[in-house]
């Protein structure tokens, strides 16, 4: 299948299934799906509008704008619904329905903004990053936005002010944000240097999101020269944030990347590397005292912060375990640790929606990742799965919201959408 220029969109053209796999009709311009999904990585939260209460940013207004033409499109009788699809509307109405039952429609409506925020993020991507062209502009959207939000990091650690959200503070109000030991944004400070946070709402969330471009872009790059220099300006860009869980984000992504390339030959690489993983942990826990302690004081850059992480679990797990099925919702426990630095989207999960919500949530990134049978995985595919563990593995230690929230949707959406090319035939697409 070839495509010309003008082929190249966001909203990629409709297909049909033939005997010989799929066929794209219709060519369309180039549409603003892909750019209205990925725009939240060069514009800040603060920038909102604010409408009978509900805090509108343009990510979400252009979720809100794109999510019935999204589902339209996936109910087509050319797509294939997916596990996952099921799994993010499962996610969507437990949400809805676990922090209304727990707090009230106020509990309900703070869950509406957040389901729609990943489980809009997830369909919109669903539906209009499908087949290469629109995959290749993703991509390309992904190394650009990614290399402004990284010359602006720097700027904040050369100039020693956060530039984007002091620029956007003297415009409008913002919230306070609080560092991963506990301390107030305005000491943002570690080893004599600011911590850079470029135009997200906390130098671990810039820092993560750094970790995942490198894992997006390592296995997207046509030559090794592109290969080397994006991930050389991902990881010092993730420095740029002094976090642990860049650091850790990004020694996720090239072990990844490196056992991929060195055992290229050998199909049942990832299979081994799965059974590997799940050994460890297996081994961690028979061999340790308390595993999540262990787990978290090697998982930082100082003791310390490992040590007020695993505080911060053990509050919250014991609120946690008072009403584990629907949470607690929405709502202000009088507790600084409860209140303000619950630094790990697990926790926060199942605080506000209950552990089946959490574990609904774990569910259905595994469920974006599955093979299809009779085919091995292509390289990008191999690119947004190790994107989705590292979502999964630093949520340990990061709680996300606004935007990498956003973003951690649009990376399942992508994920399944490529499942869904290739069980569609088209395995022998290059992207």
């Known amino acids: 299948m070839s495509y010309s220029s003008d082929a190249l969109l966001a909203g990629q053209p409709r297909i049909r299934a033939t005997e010989a796999g799929v066929q794209s009709t219709i060519p369309q311009r180039i549409g603003w799906a892909v750019p209205l999904l990925l725009m939240g990585i060069v514009l800040p939260s603060g920038l909102q509008v604010l409408i009978a209460g509900a805090k509108l940013t343009p990510t979400r207004i252009g979720l809100i704008l794109l999510l019935l033409p999204a589902l ?19 996610l969507a109405l437990a949400m809805v329905g676990a922090a209304g039952y727990a707090a009230g429609p106020q509990s309900a409506f703070s869950a509406v903004a957040e389901a729609l925020d990943f489980v809009g993020a ?11 062209p629109a995959v ?5 959207l992904v190394k650009a936005f990614t290399a402004i939000a990284i010359s602006v990091a720097l700027a904040d650690v050369l100039t020693g ?12 109000p913002q919230p306070e944000a ?3 030991d506990g301390t107030s944004s305005a000491d943002g400070v570690r080893a004599g240097l600011r911590r850079a946070i470029a135009t997200f709402d906390h130098p671990i969330l810039y820092g993560v999101f750094c970790s995942l471009a490198a894992g997006i872009v390592l296995f997207s790059a046509t030559s090794a020269i592109k290969r080397l220099s994006w991930s050389c300006l991902c990881f010092f860009g993730g420095l740029l944030s002094l976090s642990s869980a860049a650091v850790m984000g990004m020694v996720l992504v090239m072990s990844g990347y490196a056992y991929d390339r060195l055992l290229c030959r050998c199909p049942w690489r990832w299979p081994l590397f799965w059974t590997g993983a799940g050994m460890f942990l297996v081994a961690v826990t028979a061999v340790t005292n308390n595993p999540l302690s262990w787990l978290l004081s090697h998982a930082t850059l100082e003791p310390q912060t490992g040590f007020y ?15 584990p099925l629907t949470g ?17 989207v697990w926790l926060v999960t199942s605080l506000h929606y209950g552990v089946p919500v959490t574990i609904l949530l774990i569910v259905l990134n595994l469920s974006a990742m599955l093979p299809v049978r009779g085919h ?18 630093t949520g340990l230690t990061v709680h996300f919201w606004n935007y990498m929230w956003t973003f951690w949707g649009v990376c399942i959406g992508v994920r399944a959408s490529l499942r869904e090319w290739q069980m569609l035939g088209a395995q022998d697409e290059q992207f």
Do not use: K, N
């Not at 997830?122 to 499908?130: E, G, K, M, S, T």
């Not at 290749?136 to 390309?140: D, L, M, N, S, T």
């Open 72 to 90: 339209a499109r996936l109910l087509q009788p050319t797509r294939r619904l997916l596990l996952s699809d099921g799994l993010a509307g499962m």
């Open 122 to 132: 997830y369909f919109v991507a669903r539906a209009f990053v499908l087949e290469p």
């Open 136 to 140: 290749q502009q993703f991509i390309r």
């Open 161 to 172: 002010h956060w530039i984007v959200r002091e620029a956007m503070a003297a415009l409008i």
């Open 178 to 180: 609080f560092m991963d």
């Open 309 to 323: 992480r695993l505080m911060i679990w053990d509050a919250v797990s014991a609120q946690v375990w008072q009403s």
């Open 328 to 344: 607690a919702g929405f709502v202000t426990f009088g507790y600084y640790l409860l209140d303000r630095t619950v630094d790990s």
């Open 376 to 393: 091995r995985p292509t390289e990008i595919q191999r690119g947004f799965t190790i994107v989705c563990m590292v979502f999964l593995f």
